[in-house]
Antibody, heavy 119, light 107 residues
Framework: EVQLVESGGGLVQPGGSLRLSCAAS????????MSWVRQAPGKGLEWVSV???????YYADSVKGRFTISRDNSKNTLYLQMNSLRAEDTAVYYC?????????????WGQGTLVTVSS | AIRMTQSPSSLSASTGDRVTITCRAS??????LAWYQQKPGKAPKLLIY???TLQSGVPSRFSGSGSGTDFTLTISCLQSEDFATYYC?????????FGQGTKVEIK
């Protein structure tokens, strides 16, 4: 059974940093692409970042230059390093992954971890 | 980035009703369109991919259609467990984008 479990969320001051983790089981994080998707309170879904199996990474314009996606194959874990955090980064952050190879939507989602940026 | 526009933003319906939600892409995305269902406090759940392919385990009352720029999600006979928010998503390009969501509420 595939499972994604996020951790690392919490309260952080504006300008601060936080690292989110997404531990995967039931599949290998390096076998396909994996993404972070966020949802601000009461708002819709926003794609944040992706890392492909080959290591290429891409970011939404709203986080480019501040967030870094990475993975540790030995731990089968995905990460999101978030720096220079702003109030508008407050959201539930989900890691997500497709089941199929190639261009595919997200079959698998974690339960989400809440990041609150506030002084 | 490709913009996805859903309509309506919300709707009220009764159990047993037929419900249709539309999604329009700002440029052609072929059939790289997915629909998700999200309930409060839960992660989104994939319902349909490739515009019209039902995800395994999803009831057949859900169906999707369309290609290019215009897409539709239909729930043929609304059940109590279907009251939720629905999102479309394009995965044509890596800068994936979602529609703003359609909240289906009980009339």
């Amino acid at each position: 059974e595939v499972q994604l479990v996020e951790s690392g969320g919490g309260l952080v001051q504006p300008g601060g940093s936080l690292r989110l983790s997404c531990a995967a089981s039931g599949f290998t994080v390096s076998s396909n692409y994996m993404s972070w998707v966020r949802q601000a309170p009461g708002k819709g879904l926003e794609w944040v970042s992706v890392i492909y199996s080959g290591g290429s990474t891409y970011y939404a314009d709203s986080v480019k230059g501040r967030f870094t996606i990475s993975r540790d194959n030995s731990k089968n874990t995905l990460y999101l390093q978030m720096n220079s955090l702003r109030a508008e980064d407050t959201a539930v952050y989900y890691c997500a992954s497709p089941k199929r190879f190639g261009e595919s939507p997200f079959d698998y989602w974690g339960q989400g971890t809440l990041v609150t940026v506030s002084s | 980035a490709i913009r996805m526009t859903q309509s309506p933003s919300s709707l009220s319906a009764s159990t047993g009703d037929r419900v249709t939600i539309t999604c329009r892409a700002s440029q052609g995305i072929s059939s790289y369109l997915a629909w998700y269902q999200q309930k409060p406090g839960k992660a989104p759940k994939l319902l349909i991919y490739a515009a019209s392919t039902l995800q395994s385990g999803v009831p057949s009352r859900f169906s999707g259609s369309g290609s290019g720029t215009d897409f539709t999600l239909t729930i043929s006979c609304l059940q109590s467990e279907d009251f939720a928010t629905y999102y479309c998503q394009q995965y044509y390009s890596y800068s994936w984008t979602f529609g703003q969501g359609t909240k289906v509420e009980i009339k």
